[in-house]
């Protein structure tokens, strides 16, 4: 774990070039086909579909809203690294820049609520409320975890951030039944206590990716190397608890905390949920970067995630479930219908690549 978290001195990370990041798009590629898949086996099916639908949407929840927070954190070393000293120096106006980004995040989050969600309130939480909060939040410590004292200190406070809830949780648990406002603005979907500790997460590593890559392909490869290999013990210690203490149940929301009908990771399945988080960033890394698999088809899922987290939800419950009326309640044709739905998801998202490119011309 030191050989992620150390460095010779505190220097500026190296910025990474557009084509050094597909890999970063790829995997929140990965995390929108998880986040559909778990729509899909909610609003597509009945429970007449058994225990099959129910490991479906337990499984398929773990890992997308945890990427896509990961993933924050990640990236905004990236941005930062590409301001200039000058600006560095004066903080007010970057601070400023990410507020307004986490801000617009956050007024997504809103219209999705009105668009999708219209017998809810429209300040109800969600996961890109808690992405734009997490942005806003995590911004000044842009100028901290470039040091590896500091680095130390960010992980400390996310391990506490997460441990705090945790203690705290039958409390708040039997609180927020008598405080319903405040449930369903801070406490509904991902809620950002103790979510951020993911993005917190997210951010320490970016900064140690970036410093490895600057000091060459091979320390970039060892690093993503160490997080693959940390990622594997990580779910090999999960399977090995549930084996040894005999976990019952071992599939099941019941392992995990459940607060205002919402999950959130419990004891041994946070090690599954950033054991198959290093995994997967290791693996896209490997097979973009060093096997030159280009994998177009997830970096425009992941490009375009923000439209596409809007229109699958649209389609899924708006007009599938909702208008249509449609149900899959058949394991053969309910993946069909997955396979034409991410078909359509990737020419939506080149179609608003493309639609972005023209504007970019337009405007110069």
């Known amino acids: 774990m030191a050989g992620l978290l150390t460095v010779a001195e505190p220097q500026a990370p190296a910025v990474a070039t557009r084509s050094r990041m597909l890999f970063v798009d790829a995997l929140r590629g990965v995390a929108l086909i998880l986040m559909v898949i778990n729509h899909t086996s909610r609003w597509w099916m009945d429970v007449s579909m058994g225990w099959g639908r129910y490991y479906l949407v337990y499984g398929s929840v773990t890992l997308p809203a945890a990427i896509f927070l990961f993933l924050v954190g990640f990236c905004l070393p990236i941005s930062f690294g590409h301001l200039t000293a000058a600006e560095r120096s004066a903080p007010w106006p970057v601070l400023g820049k990410y507020v307004g980004r986490g801000l617009v995040i956050i007024l997504n989050g809103l219209l999705l609520n009105l668009l999708v969600f219209p017998e809810d309130p429209i300040w109800s939480g969600g996961v890109l409320q808690t992405i734009g909060l997490s942005i806003i939040v995590l911004a000044p410590a842009l100028w901290l975890g470039r040091f590896p004292a500091a680095r130390y200190g960010l992980l400390a406070v996310a391990a506490l951030f997460y441990l705090s809830f945790v ?133 425009v899922l992941g490009q375009t995630a923000l439209m596409l987290y809007f229109v699958h939800q649209l389609i899924v419950l708006t007009l599938i479930n909702q208008y249509l009326g449609l149900r899959f309640n058949h394991w053969g044709l309910y993946w069909l219908a997955n396979a034409a739905l991410m078909v359509a998801l990737v020419y939506l998202g080149q179609a608003w690549l493309e639609i972005k490119r023209v504007a970019r011309r337009l405007r110069r």
Not at 181 to 199: E, G, Y
């Open 167 to 299: 203690w705290a949780y039958a409390d708040l648990s039997a609180w927020l039944t008598h405080h319903p406002l405040v449930a369903k603005i801070w406490f509904l979907d991902f809620a950002p206590w103790p979510w951020i500790s993911m993005a917190l997460i997210g951010l320490v590593a970016g900064w140690r990716w970036l410093e490895a890559r600057g000091r060459g392909e091979r320390e970039e490869r060892r690093y993503f190397w160490i997080v693959g290999l940390v990622g594997l013990a990580c779910v090999a210690a999960f399977f090995a608890y549930d084996w040894w203490m005999q976990t019952s149940p071992r599939v099941s929301f019941r392992r995990d905390f459940l607060l205002n009908r919402h999950w959130i990771p419990r004891g041994a399945t946070t090690l599954w949920v950033l054991g198959m988080l290093g995994g997967l960033l290791a693996a896209t890394y490997w097979l973009m970067e060093v096997k030159k698999r280009p994998l177009a088809w997830l970096v």
